[in-house]
């Protein structure tokens, strides 16, 4: 097929090897070469489409950019014409690397001008992110490692892409083996369309926006793009392929702050998560500054044997011998000093576990969206198993079946706990609502009201009469379960408070929260008795010991009975949002 691309055209189609279209007149070929055979896409500013190069014998596939300025015969379309003009000067030079298309012919023929370029051909990674779902750690890890150094390339040569997002980075399918300038840079991914938003820079009267407001830096939403906004984009894209949601949700206005944690399905090392949170850093002096920079973090850490002291495994390629520490000794010395490893006593070495000898039992079937909570009733014989899909199912161990099915949430299902005598259940939600269910009768019983966000756990008492839940609104809520009502609300996080737990005798309540730190209560007298404050992140779960002491805890600390789960980039499977 040849393809007419006259925009006043009525039917462009045309027959192979017309030399004119059919129903308008136009010329088909572009430079006696260029032959149109569909269109790919079209912008405010231009349409792109898949032609081939006639002119070769092979005719070879290429893309054509028609671009044509809103404003015709205008002072505006005279600055547009000398912008793509010199865009093309620049491309010409970018499209020399491997990962980036190369440029083949800059013209003007019937008013219109033209870039034809190389074509192409894979699928982009919007396309394989809705066919293959949400990118590993090792995806983005990978992705990051193939596109900075594309990122560092078009900096040096004064060039800021500013569109960077999945639809414009291509999976290369190579049909030729490849001879590449650049023999360090020999990555499958193809960072394409220089062309548009860069071209109009400075035609700001037309109501120009330059690149995707989902992944645009904050500077360049003023126009004030630089080298680090390319930085944003590429890290804003990385998190939305990790979670596949949209990276409006990704952040909180109310906090002011990324939330893409919340969004994961997938476990992220704590060192990638770091690098990503400083590539989309709104702050400018806080955001990487350059693409090696982000290369540079992204490289192992080295530690160990000092250089030219070999250890064990040197030269085998097996890794260095790590020997992990029992917390709870005390006056432990560290594995290594200043690059020396030091010997550990044998009673502080933790001694390897046999093979695991575990083995799935049943598998579950029966929720429509992800599985965000569950807890195993006291007598061990059923589960409750709480969801995206706003329902609660009941679930008999025993024979591995759905028993029933609870409904009543309006949002995600984010919590869910039996009470010590397993008649009640109790689950938070998104909604900001707790529901009280009878299991006797497997019906619902009554909801609970106060939080003024998002609820992300619930915990019983020892008794089973007081019922705590934490919530994205900072505050512990305690609740009287017989009288179905508030009793009293415990403050002093300073963000939303991921997790909540009863000591084993029932005399204090613990409060984890992404604030980095662990409360303690006295819950009763509704005071805080200590905060424990040396995490490295959102704390997201907390549990006491079953033999936790019936005392008040040493100042400072909470001795041998709480353990908290610091997770950083989803160590644990993260709460909803």
Request: hydrophobic share 35%.
């Amino acid at each position: 097929m040849s393809y007419c691309l006259n925009p006043a055209c009525h039917n462009p189609q045309n027959a192979d090897r017309t030399q004119f279209c059919l129903s308008c007149g136009s010329k088909l070929l572009l430079r006696e070469r260029y032959r149109a055979v569909k269109p790919l896409g079209r912008g405010g500013f231009g349409r792109t489409f898949l032609a081939v190069d006639e002119d070769k014998p092979s005719k070879p596939r290429c893309a054509i950019k028609q671009f044509f300025p809103l404003s015709q015969g205008t002072s505006s379309s005279e600055k547009a014409a000398e912008l793509f003009n010199r865009e093309a000067v620049r491309l010409d030079e970018l499209g020399k690397h491997p990962q980036i298309p190369e440029l083949l012919a800059h013209f003007q023929q019937e008013r219109y001008q033209y870039l034809v370029q190389e074509f192409i051909e894979g699928e982009n990674l919007q396309q394989e992110l809705a066919r293959s779902g949400p990118f590993s750690e090792s995806q983005v890890l990978s992705l990051l490692k193939d596109l900075l150094p594309v990122l560092q390339f078009v900096h040096d040569r004064n060039v800021i892409h500013r569109d960077i997002k999945p639809p414009n980075i291509i999976r290369r399918i190579a049909q030729t083996p490849i001879i590449y300038t650049y023999p360090n840079l020999t990555g499958e991914l193809v960072l394409v369309d220089f062309g548009a938003a860069k071209l109009v820079e400075g035609l700001k009267e037309t109501g120009t926006v330059i690149g995707s407001p989902e992944f645009v830096a904050p500077e360049q939403i003023r126009g004030q793009a630089v080298y680090a906004s390319d930085l944003y984009s590429l890290g804003v894209t990385c998190i939305y392929l990790l979670t596949q949601i949209s990276p409006f949700d990704l952040f909180d206005i109310n906090q002011d702050a990324w939330v893409w944690r919340d969004f994961l399905k997938v476990q992220i090392d704590p060192k990638l998560s770091r690098i990503l949170d400083k590539t989309i850093e709104p702050s400018l002096s806080r955001r990487y500054k350059s693409a090696t920079e982000v290369l540079q973090d992204l490289q192992p850490q080295h530690s160990g044997a000092r250089a030219g002291t070999p250890h064990q495994g040197a030269g085998t390629g097996a890794p260095p011998l790590q020997v992990p520490v029992i917390p709870a000794v005390q006056n432990a010395v560290p594995a290594t000093v200043a690059g020396t490893i030091i010997p550990v006593p044998e009673r502080q070495r933790v001694v390897p576990a046999r093979s695991p000898t575990w083995q799935c039992v049943h598998t579950l079937v029966g929720h429509s969206n992800a599985v965000t909570s569950v807890a195993f009733s006291p007598d061990g014989e059923t589960l409750a198993s709480g969801s995206e899909d706003k329902t609660i199912e009941i679930w008999k161990l025993e024979a591995g079946k759905r028993w029933y099915t609870l409904t009543g949430h309006s949002d995600w299902v984010t919590c869910v706990a039996f009470s010590p005598d397993g008649r009640t259940l109790a689950s938070s939600g998104r909604d900001k609502t707790i529901q009280i269910w009878d299991l006797n009768k497997g019906k619902w019983w009554y909801a609970l009201r106060g939080h003024a966000d998002r609820v992300s756990a619930v915990a019983f008492s020892l008794n089973g009469q007081v019922l705590a839940s934490s919530s994205r609104d900072k505050t512990v809520q305690l609740w009287d379960l017989n009288k179905g009502r508030w009793m009293s609300t415990l403050t002093g996080h300073a963000e939303g408070v991921e997790a909540v737990a009863f000591s084993a005798g029932g005399e204090f309540l613990a409060s984890a929260s992404r604030d980095k730190t662990v409360r303690l209560w006295d819950w009763r007298a509704g005071k805080s008795l200590c905060t424990l404050a040396d995490c490295g992140d959102w704390v997201r779960a907390i549990v006491f010991a079953a033999n936790s002491p019936s005392r008040p805890l040493p100042r400072g600390g909470v001795g041998k009975g709480l353990t908290s789960s610091v997770s950083p980039a989803g160590q644990t499977p993260p709460s909803p949002p």
